[in-house]
């Protein structure tokens, strides 16, 4: 057999060796507590999962789905996005279903990348905007995100010629892994930018539901002319704890959503009914129970950042997002202190390299661990002697 190059592309996982470690701790009886994942722990609602009972045992469901989903999956969405956002997009040709945010991200990349194209992508940043790229054949132009600026990539540092290469501009706010946030000034430059260059935005925003401190993230198509130049990601899974059921949306350009129908039409074909009925219940989930939901999360991001400060951790707690991602002593690396971590408290946390170099010299903390596990680990982490700065 003869693999594709693209295969051996992808950089290895991240966490193979903290999982073999892991695996041998816990083959010892030892309890090993992980901040790693960003996988929320809170059940999806009763009502969402009632939904899925009852459309499940309705004999349509059971045939193949339209790749373009359910007209009244569509009608939710636009409707969502008018009282989230106070935005009007037309359910038909601006809206499309995905079998979760990451199946769009990965496949829209086949709408734009030639090989030899460029996308612009943020470091660090989820993998799946450069792996996505690297499949259909381009490169990445990577885009620093740098905690003196906020997190938000400098576009007027990107090269003219780069610019000129490129076919997409990656944005991702909140941010995962940093958990920053963007406001429209930013998207307005990026719709600028995206002007001058001819180039397509993309936004991930699959953590505009996951915010804190009754801040409210605002929508990237909520800035004037984003509809021309981009469209937005979401996710069903950080919104509406529904990781396990695949469930996403893309809204925007028309001959984005277009070129994305061509590809998925082709490549799977679509949703199961059923759980885009579970979609359509989840979206009419009232705002005051996402601000319950949202306040778990808060406890225990300040549970977080209390216990990291108190071991010598500048933490910040962060607006949105499920994420504490913070700067390790200086003079380490994020793989050594996550070792340590490991080692000397059977704690796991992300090492942020993992998400670029522009990573290195910071952990992520997940907020989607249970309570009782948490409060285990911060105990440990607070017992923890942090090494000095060296
Ligand atoms: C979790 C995550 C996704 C994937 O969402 P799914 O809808 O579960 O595929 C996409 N983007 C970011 C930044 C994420 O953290």
């Known amino acids: 057999m003869k ?4 295969i051996d592309k992808v950089p290895p996982y991240l966490f193979v060796e903290i999982s073999r470690k892991i695996a041998a701790k816990r083959a010892q009886g030892i309890e090993v507590i992980s901040f790693g994942i960003g996988d929320p722990d809170i059940p999806t609602p009763v009502n969402v999962v009632e939904r899925l009972r009852e459309t499940a045992l309705d004999a349509p469901n059971h045939r193949y789905p339209e790749t373009d989903g359910l007209p009244e999956f569509r009608q939710e969405v636009a409707g969502w996005y008018q009282r989230r956002f106070g935005i009007s997009v037309d359910p038909d040709k601006e809206t499309l279903p995905l079998i979760g945010a990451k ?3 990965g496949h829209v990349a086949l709408c734009f990348i030639e090989p030899g194209d460029l996308a612009l992508v943020p470091d660090p940043g989820y993998p799946v905007y450069s792996v996505g790229t690297w499949f259909a054949g381009g490169e ?4 620093p995100l ?3 600026n906020g997190w938000l990539p400098d576009l007027d540092a990107i090269p003219a010629e780069a610019a000129r290469k490129a076919k997409v501009l990656w944005l991702n706010y909140p941010n995962n892994p940093t958990g920053a946030i963007a406001e429209l000034d930013f998207f307005k ?7 001058e260059y001819d180039i397509a935005v993309m936004h991930d925003a699959s953590y505009s539901e996951v915010a804190y401190d009754g801040y409210r993230p605002v929508s990237f198509l909520q800035t004037p002319g984003a509809m021309e130049v981009g469209v937005e990601f979401h996710s069903l899974s950080k919104s509406y704890n529904m990781t ?3 469930l996403g949306m893309v809204v925007g350009n028309e001959d984005i959503i277009k070129a994305l129908m061509v590809v998925k039409s082709n490549l799977d074909s679509g949703v199961p009914n059923a759980i885009q009925y579970m979609g359509i219940e989840a979206m009419r989930t009232s705002q005051h129970a996402i601000d319950e939901r949202n306040a778990i999360y808060q406890g225990r991001r300040d549970r977080v950042v209390e216990v990291l400060r108190g071991i010598g951790l500048d933490a910040i707690p962060p607006k949105a997002s499920l994420y504490v991602w913070t700067r390790v002593p200086a003079g380490y690396s994020s793989a050594e202190i996550t070792e340590l971590l490991l080692e000397e408290c059977d704690l796991v946390v992300t090492p942020g390299n993992g998400y670029g170099k522009y990573g290195e010299g910071y952990i992520r903390l997940s907020l989607t661990i249970n309570n009782e596990d948490m409060e285990k680990g911060l105990s440990r982490l607070a017992n ?3 090494p000095a700065p060296r």
């Open 3 to 6: 693999f594709a190059s693209r």
């Open 103 to 105: 199946e769009g991200i």
């Open 140 to 143: 990445c132009y990577w885009m």
């Open 146 to 148: 740098l905690e003196e």
């Open 189 to 195: 430059k990026a719709v600028d930018f995206a002007k």
């Open 244 to 246: 396990g059921w695949r």
């Open 384 to 386: 923890w002697k942090a």
